[in-house]
């Protein structure tokens, strides 16, 4: 497919587990963006990529929170010791950040229950 | 510290009618205005977006207006359908950097 994909969908962990989110970017760009979403918000920053190395991760509310990139195409957000409160919607963006192309493709998101 | 603010939180309009949703920032290095509209379990997706150079866009039914002076942006939807009841959440950004969303707009139109 051509747009950005999620892996799981969903996913229903309990607290005190570690839970891994795949990200899969529009094949050629270069920016990658992790977002979180809560009920009835709008998504909020959690970490940005620029190829493989983190640009911005101001946003992780945490150290229990970490993203990777390797190759600087599909990216991983890693939760350890999850808690109820990490329950939400997990967006993944990507942008080919040429000029005039900031624009960012969200894909459908994972959806994070900790019970 | 809300960077974006949006309102109404939500809105009720009548098929035929005009949706108008309104934008306030206060950062005047962000240079870039996006749309975006999500339906329910979906990813937002971009519906128009605007630079800081122009004073309005439009594309098909959907129209951003932007006033620089007073850092504010709005996005207008004419002959407003059922199947543009969604959320709608209003961005800015600096270039190559992260998005600040608004806190969302639900919109219904009623047939």
């Known amino acids: 497919g051509a747009g950005v994909s999620q892996t799981p969908s969903n996913k229903v962990t309990e607290k005190g587990k570690y839970v891994e989110l795949r990200c899969d970017p529009i094949?050629?760009?270069?920016?990658l963006y992790w977002y979180r979403q809560s009920l009835g918000q709008g998504p909020e920053f959690l970490i940005y990529?620029?190829?493989?190395?983190?640009?911005?991760d101001s946003g992780l509310p945490n150290d229990r929170f970490f993203a990777v990139r390797p190759e600087g195409s599909v990216s991983t957000l890693k939760i350890q010791r999850t808690e109820r409160g990490d329950s939400a919607v997990y967006l993944c963006?990507?942008?080919?950040?040429?000029?005039?192309?900031?624009?960012?493709?969200f894909g459908p998101g994972t959806r994070l229950l900790v019970l | 510290q809300q960077q974006v603010k949006q309102s109404p939180q939500s809105l009720i309009v009548q098929k035929g009618g005009i949706s108008i949703i309104n934008c306030a920032y206060e950062?005047?290095?962000?240079?870039?205005f996006p749309w975006y509209q999500q339906f329910p379990g979906k990813g937002p997706a971009l519906l128009i977006a605007?630079?800081?150079?122009?004073s309005e866009k439009k594309e098909g039914r959907f129209t951003i207006s932007f006033n620089k002076s007073a850092k504010q942006f709005s996005l207008h939807i004419m002959d407003s359908q059922p199947g543009d009841s969604a959320t709608y959440f209003c961005a800015a950004s600096i270039p190559g950097n992260q998005f600040y969303f608004g806190t969302g707009t639900s919109l219904t139109v009623i047939p």
């Open positions: 094949s050629g760009h270069t920016a």
């Open positions: 963006a990507s942008s080919s950040l040429g000029l005039g192309e900031e624009t960012q493709y």
């Open positions: 950062n005047t290095a962000f240079d870039y």
């Open positions: 605007i630079r800081p150079d122009v």
């Open positions: 990529f620029q190829g493989t190395g983190a640009a911005d």
